[in-house]
């Protein structure tokens, strides 16, 4: 894996649902209005990155996201279609809030349980892993367009943990987050900078 790599990971902006707490899984929703503000706002410091791949997930949100980051068809690096960076399929619990699952099966835990009708944690790791994969040989800045739940798995993933341990980090909408390498151990994966909100990191690298 080059060590050049450097994964800039976006979290899509807000949707009708994200205050509401529902899981959204693959249901297809738009941005609303504040989250296509939200995504205006990840241009000024996208824009002034030399990305070598622009990558999104199929699903609306996502693409709107990208395309509102200044990544349409004027942009040199077109973004690309890809389906691995889908969200997790929450399946029979798509639409619902946690605290209604856990209404009827307390003990639930999408990062343990996965979803019955969708996938387990280890459909969405495989995923992420499949990602992984696919950037392992690239040089340079790849961005990501994609959805909280996912980001998380691949965070994990990417440090070599399990599926599981994504559950402590947490995402927020329209953050920019970076997947990289430590610069003295340059075979070492890090979390370089997680969960920011564009407007603090200016200037990064």
């Known amino acids: 894996m080059s060590s050049s790599l450097q994964i800039y990971f976006i979290r899509h902006g807000e949707t009708s649902w994200s205050p509401s707490g529902k899981n959204k899984g693959q249901t297809d929703l738009p941005l609303t209005p504040h989250g296509e503000s ?5 241009a000024p410091v ?11 997930s199929p699903l609306l949100r996502a693409r709107m996201t990208c395309e509102l980051a200044g990544f ?8 690309q279609i890809e389906p691995n960076l889908l969200e997790w399929d929450y399946g029979d619990y798509e639409d619902l809030r946690t605290a209604d699952i856990r209404k009827l099966h307390p003990d ?3 990062w343990k349980n996965g ?3 969708g996938e387990t944690p280890e459909d969405v790791g495989a995923r992420a892993d499949l990602i992984i994969s696919r950037l392992q040989n690239i040089s340079g800045k790849v961005a ?22 994504g559950q402590h980090f947490t995402l927020a909408p329209a953050t920019i987050s970076i997947l990289g390498f430590e ?7 890090v ?3 997680w969960n920011a909100l564009p407007a603090n990191i200016l200037g990064v690298p």
């Open 72 to 79: 349409g068809d004027s942009r040199q690096v077109k973004a």
């Open 46 to 56: 996208l824009n002034a990155i030399p990305f070598s791949l622009v990558l999104t």
């Open 108 to 110: 639930w835990n999408t």
């Open 183 to 189: 610069v003295d151990y340059p075979q070492r994966r």
């Open 144 to 165: 990501l367009f994609s959805h909280g739940q996912f980001g998380r798995v691949l965070a994990a993933r990417w440090i070599g943990l399990p599926v599981t341990e």
């Open 191 to 193: 979390i370089s900078l």
């Open 38 to 42: 939200m995504a205006r706002e990840l």
């Open 115 to 117: 979803s019955p009708g």
